[in-house]
């Protein structure tokens, strides 16, 4: 989803981490030589899980709402 402003996201310092949230590993292209610092997998799935469940039940969102989260430098945590 992000191949469209790859280069943009790069040049900013943006990673993004794709997690399934029912259990699957999401497929990922194969990486380039020199693109190795670019990939991150996601920990603490289960802590994380929680946590969403805990934010959209909060926010009075279903449980297959899709959400977007977002971690900042100083470690805010921005969803939408």
């Not at 380039?32 to 610092?37: C, D, I, L, T, V």
Request: overall charge negative.
């Amino acid at each position: 989803a992000s191949e469209p402003v790859r280069k943009e996201l790069m040049e900013r310092g943006v990673m993004t981490i794709p997690v399934a949230l029912d259990g699957t590993t999401p497929e990922l292209p194969p990486l380039e030589k020199g693109e190795e610092r670019w990939r991150a997998s996601p920990v603490r799935m289960d802590a994380w899980l929680k946590w969403l469940d805990e934010q959209k039940e909060a926010a009075k969102l279903g449980a297959d709402q899709p959400v977007y989260l977002s971690l900042r430098m100083d470690g805010r945590v921005r969803g939408s």
